[in-house]
C-alpha cells in the first residue's frame, strides 16, 4: 500500500458535529494506525458562511477531542496553504486548462431558466439534470461574453450515459448512471469553487491516498471521479462510512440533545470517553471491550470491519463509557475536572488554599462515584454547601414527622451541641446513647440522622460525609460548609415547626 495521506476537511460554518467529530477520528486512526500522514485542511469558500471565530473552535475541539495533525493552516507542510480561500488561482488555473481542453465549458444559463428546466422535470418524474443547452457554445465565444462581464459559470462536460464503477473499501463494489450525473458546476459565476472540483484539486495536490467520510458523499465520489479522470490524476481510495443517527433513526440533531463536540466538553464529558465512544460508532473491535484507551483504539482499528448500517448515537452508552473513564482517573485529575465546575456554581475561589484542595480532592473521589458527566458534581456538592432544612424533600420531611424522628433528632442537638470535636467514631457512640435512650433502633434511628446531618435521606455514608463536613466547616469557602452541630441545631428548630 502506498504511503497513507488522510485529510480532515471541514467547512468553519458551525461547531463540530460529533458525526464530523467521528470522521475526523476514523481519518486519524487510519493514519496512525499505518504510520500515515494526517492532515487538516480548512474549506472556507463558503465566503458568506465561513467564520474564523468557528475555524478557531474548530481546532481547539479537535485539541481537545485528542486528534492531532502533521500538516494543517496552523502547522504549514510541504502541500499547503491548507486554507482553500488561499488556493483561488490553482482552482482557476486548472478550470481554464479544462475548457481549453474541451472537458469543461461557459455556461450562461441564468437561475430562474435551471429553476425551469427543474420544475418541468420534476413534474415529469425524471430525476433533475442540467440538460447541457451551452456544450456547444464556442469557446472564443464564451470567452468574449465573460471578458465583456457577462456572469457565467464553469461546467464540466459529463457522458450523457454509460455506467460508473468503483470500489469502496467499506461497501465493496458500487454503480451509479452516469446520465443522472449531470455537468457538474466547477466555478460558480462569483468566481468560487464548487465543493466537488476543489476537493479534487486539493486531494490531488496533497497526495491524499484515502478519502474516508460520510455516505452522504457517494453522490459526489462520482462526480469527483470523473474530474479526476479529466485532469488526468489518479484517484484516491474511498471509504464511505454510514451515518451518525438518533434513535428514532433521523439525523443526529438538537432535538436530541448535545451534538457538538464543544457542548459534550461543556459538559463534563472526558475527552477520552468521547474519543472512545466515537471511534464505537459504526466499528466495533474484534473481542468485544468497549472500555479502550486511544492506544488499543489505534491497534485495534480495521477500516475494512466499519459497519454499513447507521450509527446510532445512543446518550446513555455515551454516559456509561464516561463513568468507566472517570474510575480510572487519579484523585488529583477527579479533583481538576470537578475544580472547574465547583467554581462555576460559586462553591470555591477562584484560588484555592493547600488545605482547601487537599479537602476537594478527598471529596472528589466518593462525590464522583456514579455522575454521568463532571457537569452533574456540583449537584452531588450540594450535600456540603447548600444544607437547608426549609428545602427537604417531602420523603426527608416524612422521616422527621415520625415520633422516633422528632425524638432521635432532639438528642442529636443536645448531645452535639455539648462536643468540642466530632468524628465518626465519636457519632458512632452518641448514635449509640440515643438508641438505648430513646428505644428507636434500625431505619428508625439512622434515617433520621442522615436527615438531621444531611437533610437527604440519601447519599455519601456518614463515614464517608462526617470527617468530610466537619473539616470543611474549618475552611473559608465562598460558601460556608456547616458542620454536624449546626446542622442538627438547625433541624432542630425547624421540627419544632413541623
Given at each position: 500500500?502506498?504511503k497513507?495521506?488522510v485529510?480532515?476537511a471541514?467547512s468553519p460554518?458551525?461547531?463540530?458535529?460529533?458525526?464530523?467529530?467521528?470522521?475526523?477520528?476514523?481519518n486519524?486512526?487510519?493514519a496512525?494506525?499505518?504510520?500515515?500522514v494526517?492532515?487538516?485542511?480548512v474549506?472556507?469558500?463558503?465566503?458568506?458562511?465561513?467564520?474564523?471565530?468557528?475555524?478557531?473552535?474548530?481546532?481547539?475541539?479537535l485539541?481537545?477531542?485528542?486528534?492531532?495533525?502533521d500538516?494543517?493552516?496552523?502547522k504549514g507542510g510541504d502541500?499547503?496553504?491548507?486554507?482553500?480561500s488561499?488556493?483561488v488561482?490553482?482552482?482557476?488555473?486548472?478550470?481554464?486548462?479544462?475548457?481549453d481542453?474541451?472537458?469543461?465549458?461557459?455556461?450562461?444559463?441564468?437561475?430562474e431558466?435551471?429553476?425551469?428546466?427543474?420544475?418541468?422535470?420534476?413534474a415529469?418524474?425524471?430525476t433533475?439534470?442540467?440538460?447541457?443547452?451551452c456544450?456547444?457554445l464556442p469557446?472564443?465565444?464564451?470567452?468574449?461574453r465573460?471578458k465583456?462581464?457577462?456572469?457565467?459559470?464553469?461546467?464540466?462536460?459529463?457522458?450523457d450515459?454509460?455506467?460508473?464503477?468503483f470500489?469502496?473499501?467499506?461497501?465493496?463494489?458500487?454503480?451509479?448512471q452516469?446520465?443522472?450525473i449531470g455537468?457538474?458546476?466547477?466555478?460558480?459565476s462569483?468566481?468560487?469553487?464548487?465543493?466537488n472540483y476543489?476537493v479534487?484539486?486539493?486531494?490531488?495536490?496533497?497526495?491524499i491516498?484515502?478519502?474516508?467520510?460520510?455516505e452522504?458523499?457517494?453522490i459526489?465520489?462520482?462526480?469527483?471521479?470523473?474530474?479526476y479522470?479529466?485532469?488526468?490524476?489518479?484517484?484516491?481510495?474511498?471509504a464511505?462510512?454510514s451515518m451518525?443517527?438518533?434513535?428514532?433513526?433521523t439525523?443526529l440533531?438538537?432535538?436530541?440533545?448535545a451534538?457538538?463536540?464543544?457542548?459534550?466538553s461543556?459538559?463534563?464529558?472526558?475527552?477520552?470517553?468521547l474519543?472512545?465512544?466515537?471511534a464505537?460508532?459504526?466499528?466495533?473491535?474484534?473481542d468485544?471491550r468497549?472500555?479502550l484507551?486511544k492506544?488499543e483504539?489505534?491497534?485495534?482499528?480495521?477500516?475494512?470491519?466499519?459497519?454499513?448500517?447507521?450509527?446510532i448515537?445512543?446518550?446513555?452508552?455515551?454516559?456509561?463509557i464516561?463513568?468507566q473513564?472517570?474510575?480510572q482517573?487519579s484523585?488529583?485529575?477527579?479533583a481538576?475536572?470537578?475544580?472547574?465546575?465547583?467554581?462555576?456554581?460559586?462553591?470555591?475561589?477562584?484560588?484555592?488554599?493547600?488545605?482547601?484542595?487537599?479537602?476537594?480532592e478527598k471529596?472528589a473521589?466518593p462525590?464522583?462515584?456514579?455522575?454521568?458527566?463532571f457537569?452533574?458534581?456540583?449537584?452531588?456538592?450540594?450535600?456540603f454547601?447548600?444544607?437547608?432544612?426549609?428545602?427537604?424533600?417531602?420523603?426527608?420531611?416524612?422521616?422527621?414527622?415520625?415520633?422516633?424522628?422528632?425524638?432521635?433528632?432532639?438528642a442529636?442537638?443536645?448531645k452535639l451541641?455539648?462536643?468540642?470535636?466530632i468524628?465518626?467514631?465519636?457519632l458512632?457512640?452518641?448514635?449509640?446513647?440515643i438508641k438505648?435512650?430513646?428505644?428507636?433502633k434500625?431505619k428508625?434511628?439512622?434515617?433520621p440522622?442522615?436527615?438531621?446531618?444531611t437533610?437527604q435521606i440519601?447519599?455519601?455514608?456518614?463515614?464517608?460525609?462526617?470527617?468530610?463536613?466537619?473539616?470543611?466547616?474549618?475552611?473559608d469557602?465562598?460558601?460556608?460548609?456547616k458542620?454536624c452541630a449546626?446542622r442538627?441545631a438547625?433541624?432542630?428548630?425547624?421540627i419544632?415547626?413541623?
Amino acid at each position: 500500500m502506498k504511503k497513507v495521506r488522510v485529510r480532515f476537511a471541514p467547512s468553519p460554518t458551525g461547531y463540530l458535529h460529533v458525526g464530523n467529530a467521528r470522521t475526523a477520528l476514523f481519518n486519524w486512526l487510519f493514519a496512525r494506525q499505518n504510520k500515515g500522514v494526517y492532515i487538516l485542511r480548512v474549506e472556507d469558500t463558503d465566503i458568506e458562511r465561513s467564520e474564523r471565530e468557528y475555524e478557531d473552535r474548530l481546532i481547539k475541539d479537535l485539541g481537545w477531542l485528542g486528534l492531532d495533525w502533521d500538516e494543517g493552516p496552523d502547522k504549514g507542510g510541504d502541500y499547503g496553504p491548507y486554507r482553500q480561500s488561499l488556493r483561488v488561482d490553482q482552482y482557476n488555473a486548472y478550470a481554464q486548462a479544462l475548457i481549453d481542453q474541451g472537458k469543461a465549458y461557459y455556461c450562461f444559463c441564468s437561475p430562474e431558466e435551471l429553476k425551469r428546466e427543474r420544475e418541468k422535470a420534476l413534474a415529469q418524474g425524471k430525476t433533475p439534470v442540467y440538460s447541457g443547452r451551452c456544450r456547444g457554445l464556442p469557446v472564443g465565444e464564451s470567452k468574449k461574453r465573460v471578458k465583456a462581464g457577462e456572469e457565467a459559470v464553469v461546467r464540466l462536460l459529463t457522458p450523457d450515459k454509460g455506467i460508473l464503477t468503483f470500489h469502496d473499501i467499506v461497501r465493496g463494489s458500487l454503480s451509479f448512471q452516469l446520465g443522472l450525473i449531470g455537468d457538474p458546476v466547477l466555478i460558480r459565476s462569483n468566481g468560487t469553487p464548487s465543493y466537488n472540483y476543489a476537493v479534487v484539486i486539493d486531494d490531488a495536490l496533497m497526495k491524499i491516498s484515502h478519502v474516508i467520510r460520510g455516505e452522504d458523499h457517494l453522490i459526489n465520489t462520482v462526480k469527483q471521479l470523473l474530474l479526476y479522470k479529466a485532469l488526468g490524476f489518479d484517484p484516491p481510495l474511498f471509504a464511505h462510512l454510514s451515518m451518525v443517527m438518533g434513535k428514532d433513526n433521523t439525523r443526529l440533531s438538537k432535538r436530541h440533545g448535545a451534538t457538538s463536540v464543544y457542548q459534550f466538553s461543556q459538559q463534563g464529558i472526558l475527552s477520552l470517553a468521547l474519543f472512545n465512544y466515537l471511534a464505537l460508532l459504526g466499528w466495533s473491535p474484534p473481542d468485544g471491550r468497549e472500555v479502550l484507551s486511544k492506544k488499543e483504539l489505534v491497534e485495534g482499528f480495521d477500516l475494512t470491519k466499519a459497519s454499513r448500517s447507521a450509527a446510532i448515537f445512543d446518550y446513555d452508552k455515551l454516559y456509561w463509557i464516561n463513568r468507566q473513564h472517570i474510575k480510572q482517573l487519579s484523585e488529583k485529575e477527579k479533583a481538576e475536572k470537578a475544580l472547574i465546575e465547583l467554581k462555576k456554581a460559586g462553591y470555591l475561589p477562584e484560588r484555592l488554599s493547600h488545605r482547601q484542595w487537599h479537602w476537594l480532592e478527598k471529596a472528589a473521589v466518593p462525590l464522583s462515584r456514579g455522575i454521568n458527566k463532571f457537569s452533574d458534581i456540583a449537584e452531588k456538592f450540594s450535600i456540603f454547601f447548600k444544607f437547608s432544612p426549609e428545602s427537604m424533600t417531602v420523603e426527608a420531611r416524612r422521616v422527621l414527622e415520625t415520633d422516633c424522628g422528632r425524638k432521635v433528632v432532639i438528642a442529636l442537638y443536645e448531645k452535639l451541641n455539648r462536643e468540642k470535636k466530632i468524628d465518626f467514631d465519636r457519632l458512632s457512640l452518641i448514635s449509640g446513647d440515643i438508641k438505648k435512650e430513646t428505644g428507636c433502633k434500625g431505619k428508625d434511628l439512622f434515617h433520621p440522622l442522615r436527615v438531621a446531618l444531611t437533610a437527604q435521606i440519601s447519599g455519601l455514608d456518614l463515614d464517608t460525609f462526617i470527617p468530610l463536613v466537619e473539616e470543611g466547616s474549618q475552611l473559608d469557602f465562598p460558601v460556608p460548609i456547616k458542620g454536624c452541630a449546626q446542622r442538627a441545631a438547625e433541624v432542630s428548630r425547624f421540627i419544632h415547626g413541623v
